[in-house]
């Protein structure tokens, strides 16, 4: 059953994060159908903070070696797409799909200096399209941080860009939640829209 398939089943998909060849044979062996890189979890294995400290090609050898020892699917953590400009970040995509690659996890925040800022809705949602528009077939999955972040309004933000990345391309939806209110979030957004939404545990 191929990626998206995957995300169409009756009970929850469970996807195993993983960082390393081992863990992926691991993950396997247990019994799980699709694997998740952790940007963090493979920052941390080559001692550097998450945020896109460590560089693409980095990124790149860790995911081929989990594809070389694994055939479950495998969605990869970008962060931001690694990338100054959409181009360079839909290139590092084509990358990774001809690698076999399933799916992506793009975030709609980015670190600068150390500090996590959370883009522009609009802008984040062009630079989505574009990127759907040139690698299809790939689940694009997005992560906003608006709770994480805990900008103003936050439930109606985080509604809001659902609705908007699901106009632009999104095949699912992740709001990292670290905050009282999540429980709104989860009560309302299956009413709000009707991309996958993941949850971390």
Known sequence: MDFNALHQQHQPLLLANVWDA?????????????????????????????????????LFYVASRIKTVSELPLSVDLEAGYGATTSHIIDNIRRLAHLGVSGINLEDSHVVDGTRRLDDAER?????????????????????????LNVQDALVQTLYRGQLYAKHGACGFFCALRHPRGGYYRHRSPRAFTLKRNVYA
């Open 22 to 58: 081992s863990s992926a044979q691991a993950a396997q062996q247990a019994g799980y159908q699709a694997l998740g890189s952790s940007s963090a979890a493979i920052a941390a294995m080559l001692g550097y903070e998450d945020g896109e400290e460590m560089s693409f090609d980095e």
């Open 124 to 148: 984040f949602a062009v630079k989505l399209q574009e990127i759907t528009r040139a690698c299809p077939g790939l689940f694009v999955n997005v992560r906003t941080d608006t709770f994480l």
